[in-house]
């Protein structure tokens, strides 16, 4: 990994600087993965055009068809490659060939864990994004949201519930016991909080924390820890507080109340499949998963969608959209993540829809006829 050419992302992204070499390895993956990552990067070279960076594609086998050509759903070589780039653009992993290996050799497990480990990616982005022209793929009531909503859901990923000590099922009479670790240290929430506030401030300024202050101790350093860091270093973004059962209940009846909402790992997993839910297709939603400084792996939030791959009818947003987070976050480069952004929003406008998002009425489209649209789009 390289972080010596690009500024930290922990400063504010401003102008475009000097033209400048962006090195991505990129990871198309299975199923509707390679067709999307092909959508995309015509739109990267584009907005590179326009805002002075030259990107400079490494491609690489991950997850089945990994394992089908050499036997290890990350071979070492790939992992080189994602060693020498900035970041990584990855498409999804898996599908039903590889379902029947056993679990620590399936495609996710075996691809994305290690991944993330081996680039210490401590921070889960998920933007929940519903547009105000489709409020109807939303399961929310379009008169609650009637211009739509953008949510940032900022989950912990490497602490908490699922890697604390001790864990384990012991025999005892009568059964079993079974234990789980709820613990966190000051650090591993001061590096995601500051993130969390940093994104906050690209953003409406405003953070939600999210946690259980009332009756576990973790949610209680949670909150002194993110309350001195706001006064500190962030008194310009607003900041309250929300239980973590109430908010699971306000995604559904006001998401428009949030903007950025910081969650420990077991909560932002949670929640952040809910926003993706409430936010309607899968295939308008991307990732991200940072590390320190400016390293990021960048993802759209849906799987390989076996049911479609091949036909050429996959949304390409997901994964558009997921370069425009590679350019904020690991880019400095927030001008062109907007461009990127706004020509999907002006793609949407216009009526172009892929099946998963048609409605009556307006264009319906396949991945390339989209992918053009938002290309046309991007100025
Ligand atoms: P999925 O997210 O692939 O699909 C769920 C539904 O959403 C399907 O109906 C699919 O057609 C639709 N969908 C997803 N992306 C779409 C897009 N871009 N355009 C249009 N429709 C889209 O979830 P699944 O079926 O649970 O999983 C399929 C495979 O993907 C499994 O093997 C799973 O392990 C894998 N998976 C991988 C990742 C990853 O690589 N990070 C994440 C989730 C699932």
Known sequence: MSTDTLPSAAAAPTAPVSPRTARIAVLAGDGIGPEVME?????????????????????????????????????????????????????????????????????????????????????????????????????????????????????????????????????????????????YETPEITRVTRAAFRAARLRASKLTLVDKANVLESSLLWRKTVKAIQAQEFPDVALNFIYVDNAAMQLLKNPCQFDVMLCENMFGDILSDEAAAVAGSLGLLPSASLAEGTFGLYEPSGGTAPDIAGKGIANPIAQILSAALMLRYSFNAEPAAKAIEAAVRAAIADGFRTADIYTPGTNKVGTKEMAAAILARVK
Do not use: M
């Not at 490494?58 to 994602?82: F, M, N, Q, R, W």
């Not at 993330?116 to 379009?142: D, W």
């Not at 009479?173 to 670790?181: H, K, N, S, Y």
């Open 39 to 183: 959508a995309t990067l015509p739109v990267l070279d584009k907005v590179g055009e326009l805002f002075g960076i030259q990107f400079e594609y490494e491609h690489a086998l991950v997850g089945g068809i990994a394992i089908d050509t050499s036997g290890e759903a990350l071979p070492p070589k790939t992992l080189e490659t994602c060693r020498r780039a900035d970041a990584i653009l990855f498409g999804s992993v898996g599908g039903p060939k590889w379902e029947s290996l056993p679990p620590p050799q399936q495609p996710e497990r075996a691809a994305l864990l290690p991944l993330r480990k081996a680039f210490g990616l401590y921070a889960n982005l998920r933007p929940a994004v519903c547009h105000p022209e489709l409020v109807h793929a939303s399961p929310i009531k379009s008169e609650l949201i009637p211009n739509g909503f953008d949510v940032l859901i900022f989950r912990e990923l490497t602490g908490g519930i699922y890697f604390g000590q001790p864990k384990g099922t012991t025999a005892i009479e009568g059964g079993e016991r079974a234990v789980d670790t709820l613990i």
